[in-house]
């Protein structure tokens, strides 16, 4: 069992930053590929950035490529998301999830998922 709690959103303006952190609870995180999802009202949840069990291969989507950094800290069980460059586009409640893959992408190759944190970029 892993429970997730994702905190740092908020509202931004254009080409601003903001960094999601994501808490894990569990003795096994290390263990879990963890990555970010985002979903817009009326849209699908999409996947954002996704990192390996110990840190050294990570992957993005295109829309957030050179914009986004995912990083992890096993040691405090949490998992980062540096988001620079901000644009009204990426406005969507962010979401951490833990899978027990090798590399997942897919949002339902995650196992567990956090509450949610909500990210606003005002024009």
């Known amino acids: 069992q892993v429970l997730l709690v994702e905190s740092g959103g908020g509202l931004v303006q254009a080409g601003g930053s903001l960094r999601l952190s994501c808490a894990a609870s569990?003795?096994?995180?290390?263990?879990?590929?963890m990555g970010w999802f985002r979903q817009a009202p009326g849209r699908a949840r999409e996947f954002v950035a996704a990192i390996s069990w110990s840190g050294p291969n990570t992957y993005y989507a295109d829309s957030v490529k050179g914009r986004f950094t995912i990083s992890r800290d096993n040691a405090k069980n949490t998992v980062y998301l540096q988001m620079n460059s901000l644009e009204p586009e990426d406005t969507a409640v962010y979401y951490c999830?833990?899978?027990?893959?090798?590399?997942?992408?897919?949002?339902?190759?995650?196992?567990?998922w956090g509450q949610g944190t909500q990210v606003t970029v005002s024009s």
């Open positions: 999830g833990a899978s027990p893959g090798l590399m997942a992408t897919r949002h339902y190759e995650y196992r567990y």
């Open positions: 569990g003795r096994t995180f290390s263990s879990y590929f």
